[in-house]
């Protein structure tokens, strides 16, 4: 039996998983208990270890069946680094934590000269500045062929830390920007020659930039948490639509959006076009960019806006949570299931939304 | 310009991770300060965060070129999921923590069905619990071909990690056993067919469990780290040798082995014998167990040796340190550079020890 990655996460390691947050770890008189686990399902682990703060810890493995981008040339060796840091980073700040390092592991095939690896390093090196923190170690060696994972550790005080729960019917659905960019590069740049030039030089960049400098949004993550404004927070490196659906299944409410007040980035729906699908639903579909989703009381609201705008920061309303335990899009008073195509590991769903294009 | 691991570890990614130690790595109120980062060169990078313990914490991927006893069928999933956690665990063993948990990075191909997968899962499972601790989380996810990796977490009070660092001259080297079984597998089992059954099964059951259940030594880390009775540690996951020139070089000494001191275990013995190299070679090569190798002050020998009894653990006094920087077996009076070959990637060393064999 072949079963896919969610039902393998929902059956087979549940087994295993179940029922450990809470527990204490520690022993021999040191007090730490591992408030939320990998049962709980958020972007990290969160223990409360005795201290004046929470500590938050989490992996990504950033390279699946392809990184196709970068095999294509189009992403430099400096650029993964750069996406490994950001993605792990990211999975802190979407916690609401401040990262307080990131551990890498880097094996590399042996055509990987010494440039090549230096820039790899280069890359996890800048993204760790950027966001503020230090690559503490890690794994470096061979293998046949480039792996590249990594563990973004991150503190925050007690009882801050932002979780994938707690969004309640009436609280606001929110995104600090516009999603999709990320899985429309990956998307288009395949078939590029296709397309004979029809995408502007400057949409095209703008997709590979997405790709090239990727955003943890810890700031952002670190506002939302402190108050707390934000009541429900996850990443959306799975894409908007199957985010939406995770903070859905984790809060047991639903989610209504609605459609004309979620952004669309111009190179998003330059694609979307190109590929005769819907500009949404690329918007919505499989996507490993790293805005934060979130939810956020009425009452809240411009004391949060203000927050945001204090700090040059910024962030869209795109609809509200529900009572009714599913999502939908509205528009124009007509309501439907939400477009796209959210992520799921063993197939190349991004392609299959392309591949349904009459043009593709 | 292809360097070898080492060189690139020296000169490639020093230049990112130097000086890190020490730095004040919060922002936001919140004093967390990385006592050691990667340019410590330790078994885990370690935080001080403002709390009655010390955080240590290490990643470690699990295949490199090959996994060849799991490909020979030798290994079973569950087999290598226990190794997984095992070595990951075995770097917070080594500072003396406690260990709190396990983060596990699982990519599996298409063709690891269900029952395998479960299988990786459940190897994960059984070693957390065997150690104490915790698999809280991680990646889970597709990939081309098997690709695991970890990260640990400990805790340890302040001031009681153990380093590398730290050996003095006249200080005991100790082993917490035999080293050398794992290479001695890796060495004998791809050449079995040509030694037609000359190793007894009992010695080739002996090789196998040694990669089976390999045990991470967090009771000794913690009697070592208590007191403290280790003035240096560090586990043998490269193999012996390469371990007390590491610890050479982290606390500016020499070491001198006593050959006959060396526990060599029968099984490694054997092979050794088979492949016509030296025994002591064999163990002291290339192996990743998970020994605890560590220096002791003579002062603190029969207290340590004390404590060890009353936990029914043991240890092996295998030589001392010594003032000038260089490490040297000596037998009857005479020395040599330590026998061996020491663990380096992007070379099978095992394999060039093996093959200089005539019997190979």
């Known amino acids: 039996m072949y079963s896919d990655e969610p039902t393998r996460v929902r059956q087979l390691v549940s087994e295993f998983l179940s029922g450990q947050s809470g527990a204490l770890v520690g022993t021999d008189g040191l007090d ?14 969160v223990y409360d270890i005795g201290s004046p703060m929470s500590l938050v810890v989490g992996s990504d493995y950033i390279r699946g069946p392809k990184f196709i981008l970068h095999e294509m040339g189009l992403l430099s060796d400096f650029d993964i680094g750069y996406y490994l840091a950001a993605a792990n980073i990211s999975d802190v700040a979407a916690m609401g934590a401040t990262p307080i390092g990131l551990l890498s592991v880097i094996r590399y095939p042996h055509e990987l000269d010494d440039a ?11 993204a760790c500045t950027d966001f503020g923190t230090l690559n503490v170690g890690g794994d470096i060696g061979n293998a ?26 009436g609280d606001l659905l929110c995104i600090t920007g516009p999603c999709g960019l990320l899985g429309a590069a990956v998307a288009y740049f395949p078939k590029r020659e296709s397309f004979a030039g029809r995408l502007p030089e400057a949409a095209e960049q703008r997709l590979l930039d997405s790709w090239k400098r990727p955003r943890a949004r810890v700031a952002e993550g670190q506002l939302l948490s402190r108050k707390p404004y934000a009541t429900a927070c996850q990443d959306t490196s799975d894409g908007l639509k199957a985010t939406v659906e995770q903070l859905m299944q984790a809060g047991g409410v639903g989610f209504r959006v609605v459609e004309q007040d ?3 980035d111009p190179a998003v729906r330059a694609v979307a076009e190109l ?8 918007a919505m579909s499989a996507s490993s960019d790293f805005q934060l989703a979130f939810t956020v009381a009425p009452d809240d609201l411009a004391a949060c806006r203000e927050s945001f705008t204090a700090s040059g920061l910024d962030f869209h309303v795109i609809g509200e949570a529900t009572e ?15 477009p796209g195509v959210a992520w799921k590991h063993q197939k190349s769903d991004i392609s299959l939304l392309a591949a349904s294009s009459p043009d593709a």
């Open 32 to 45: 730490v208990q591992l408030s939320a686990g990998a049962d709980a399902r958020d972007d990290c682990a």
């Open 116 to 126: 090549g690896f230096r820039q790899v390093m280069a890359g996890i090196h800048q």
């Open 144 to 169: 046949e062929r480039l792996i590249l994972a990594g563990t973004a550790l991150g503190v925050c005080p007690p009882g801050k830390v932002l979780r994938r729960h707690g969004a309640r019917p």
């Open 262 to 264: 979620v952004p669309i």
């Open 275 to 282: 590929m005769n699908v819907e500009p949404l639903a690329l």
């Open 324 to 338: 009714k335990e599913e999502a939908e899009a509205v528009h124009n008073g007509t309501s439907r299931p939400l």
